[in-house]
């Protein structure tokens, strides 16, 4: 990820995660296309997609590392 990480977000990552959580955050990625939809809609500038871009790498990398977290612990 980039830049620092907010306290909730360090707490959430440290918890064990399960199968559960990693539908739930695939389900959240899976917004990326409404929010550019949107963002279309309201005439968002280039910079506005670039803060969405960042936002959402940061929910596919913590997506990425429960699955590796459920792979390591063999619950995959």
Not at 38 to 60: C, H, M, P, S, W
């Amino acid at each position: 990820m980039h830049g620092e990480t907010p306290a909730t977000e360090t707490t959430e990552m440290t918890k064990t995660r399960d199968r559960f959580d990693l539908e739930q955050e695939i389900l959240e990625c899976w917004k990326v296309v409404n929010d550019i939809q949107l963002y279309i809609a309201q005439g968002a500038q280039t910079k506005d997609f670039n803060v969405l871009a960042e936002y959402y790498e940061r929910k596919f990398d913590r997506l990425w590392d429960t699955f590796e977290q459920l792979v390591h612990t063999k619950q995959l």
